[in-house]
């Protein structure tokens, strides 16, 4: 007897899915187990998706380096302006008289006369 | 004497009315947006033949366990790719074989477990009954997991010879070939038996 006889459904095999069937269930095929597979699955789909810190997201990535890149700018230019102002005070502190200084001794904050030159 | 169950046959146990399908697709919305109690109904609705498919590829239930687990977090993981106008089944079975398919790479294909005991069957007598169950899933087992893959779709799960193609990534014609071939391998185990039937 041809194969075509003894199966003539030659789309689906129901005889054969038939026999497969109890092939393919669990050993216990009970509401209670696949209760538990359910809760399985949902619990490790739930443990998968908890954020953790050193989960970080591509999104919050690129935010954290765009504001600490910010940061940088700013303190380098804070940085750099109070460079500025450290030198200008420092050579102010060797230029100028102070005020003090002025007051005892008058005549000491005019300019100096230049070299041949007569009052 | 423990009474043989016959467990509903999986063709039954599919979504089987409209309002089933509009149910689905509801709760796919849903979990789309977020909402894990609607993929927990989605999870309740095809496990048993994500079960059956990943089992029929892997052929124990440990690994088959691991492959659906493994299966439905991809699923959630990608659930926003997929368009609710879709069949989910056929999504969700692509990710099952894939996943299944995936795991009998990694791992050594473990020698057949113990047959379920209460399992129904076709033959009248039990012990007929034992000797097809083992001769058939030793005949599974030699198979290469990809024409298991094809013959549990196509045969037992109910789909098309171009939706396991797509679901395996292989043409049409190989899925044709490999049903072809894993049957006519599977009958010439089964033998006698079922030519006597």
Redesign the interface.
Known sequence: ?S?EL??PDPD????????????????V?TPAY?AG??G???G???Q??APAWWNISPTTARAGMLAAGLALLALGALALQAREIEERMAFQSVTEIPLEVARIIPGIDEPLPRPGSRR | MATAVRPLPFSEVSPRVASDAADERAWIIAAQGGDDAAFGKLVERHQRRAYAVARGIVLNHEDAEDAVQEAFLHAYRALDRFRPDQAFGAWLHRIVANAALDLTRRRKVREAEELPETVASPFRDPAEAADLRQRLGAALGELPPRQRAVIVLHDVEGFKHAEIGKMLSIPEGTARSDLHYARARLRDALGSTWSDR
């Open positions: 007897m194969n003894q199966f689906r095999d129901r005889v054969l899915a038939a026999a497969l069937e109890p092939l393919l269930t669990p050993p095929d696949w597979l359910q399985r699955i949902l490790r789909v739930a998968d998706m």
